[in-house]
């Protein structure tokens, strides 16, 4: 009788799974700015994560602990290496995942090494508003930036009035890659500014 009770029990409110844990690194070797040194995660990740800084060479970073690594687009006076690129990619082929906040510019930043390594390209194209997001219930704030062109190997997450891409998601090896408008997350240096944190976060 307990057996049975215990399986109804089971088949009425199963276990609850735990939360995902972020292990984050915000890469400041590329470009630094204040938002990057733990601002980040104290917007989108604070209760469901732990986060570092990378100050050193993103070439010689460890990431085997790590399951998310997040990037700007870069200082143009410091460009992304071979090495640099092949570490990411060899991070999110191994199941991590990589968001790349960036716009496209004239000249373009560095990290258009990595975005058209995966099948993607940043314009110089300004969006036409409003954005519609992830869920049609909930509002995208947006600052300033530029669409992406994506191949077809991309899932895009938030668009403008034209249905052209502000972020997007695609598989990568066992992980994936998350491009997006920089302009589509916070950028004080005091946190004051969570946009789209509600959606952002989970």
Known sequence: MLTAVLGLLAWVAPPQEPPPLVHSVCDLSQSFTFYMDGRFHS???KEI???VRNWGSLEQLELENVNLL??????????YSEEAVARVDAFARGGGTL?????????????????ERYGAHLTTTRPQLPLSGPRSEIAV???????LQLDVAWTPLVRDAEARPLLAKRAWGKGWIVLGSRGLFGQNPDASDPINAEWVTP
Do not use: E, H
């Not at 997040?70 to 460009?79: A, E, F, Q, Y």
């Not at 716009?103 to 990290?111: N, V």
């Open 43 to 45: 917007q989108y990740l």
């Open 141 to 147: 704030s947006f600052r300033a930036g530029c669409v």
């Open 70 to 79: 997040v990037l700007t687009g870069g200082d143009p006076r410091i460009p």
């Open 49 to 51: 994560g732990r986060d």
């Open 99 to 115: 968001l790349l906040m960036a716009d496209g510019a004239d000249p373009m930043p560095p990290a258009v090494a990595l975005v």
